[in-house]
């Protein structure tokens, strides 16, 4: 399946490393020994040599990889997460986000160059234009306090289903 790219991206191959640049910016990657790119004009084509299930399987997520990397630099990526309990409070300060979650100190986290992040209220947004890196700053933020099944408070995501228990029984 060939992978479009809108107008205003560009696509460039030196060796194995594959450049993507666009409005959002650059990304690169280099490509696994197994996959050839073929790159026609404005739709980029993922090759294999044959039909062997590991190279079947890295054609597959060389192709997605690409995708992730268009995607990137047009749209971008973004993770929302949900600060829930009493007493809770986020705020940034400069590029620290500070967090006051009902342990006896503050939790510091430096934000990385790569990735912005943006506090209202009690929501916190993390977005950038490499997929991998959003997705793992948004795990690091959220594993600080992780939701807790009794009465949902911590840090979830703001898709995230969290499953409540029964506390103890009256009697």
């Known amino acids: ?20 640049k666009g409005p959002k910016g650059e990304q690169s990657m280099e490509l696994p ?5 073929n790159i026609d004009g404005q739709t980029i084509q993922v090759e294999r040599s044959n039909d062997e299930k590991m190279q079947k399987a ?5 192709r997605s990889l ?3 990397l268009v995607i990137g630099v047009t749209k971008g990526f973004t993770k929302e997460l949900e600060v829930n309990g009493v007493g809770f409070k986020i705020r940034m300060e400069g590029k620290d986000l500070v967090m006051s979650l009902g342990f006896s100190h ?13 506090v209202e209220k009690m ?3 993390v977005s950038g234009i490499n997929k991998q890196r959003v997705g793992q700053i948004a795990a690091e933020i959220r ?6 099944p009794y009465k949902g408070k911590g840090i979830k ?10 506390g103890k029984s009256g009697k």
């Open 157 to 166: 995501y703001k898709t995230e289903r969290v499953v409540r228990k029964a």
């Open 123 to 125: 929501d916190i947004t």
């Open 143 to 148: 594993e600080f306090k992780k939701p807790e």
């Open 58 to 62: 890295q054609h597959g997520l060389t």
């Open 106 to 118: 503050e939790i510091r986290y430096t934000i990385p160059e790569d990735v912005d992040v943006k």
């Open 33 to 37: 020994p197994l996959s050839s790119v």
């Open 66 to 68: 690409i995708n992730n």
């Open 1 to 20: 399946m060939p992978i479009e790219m809108p107008s205003g991206v560009t696509a460039s191959l030196e060796g194995r490393i594959l450049t993507v």
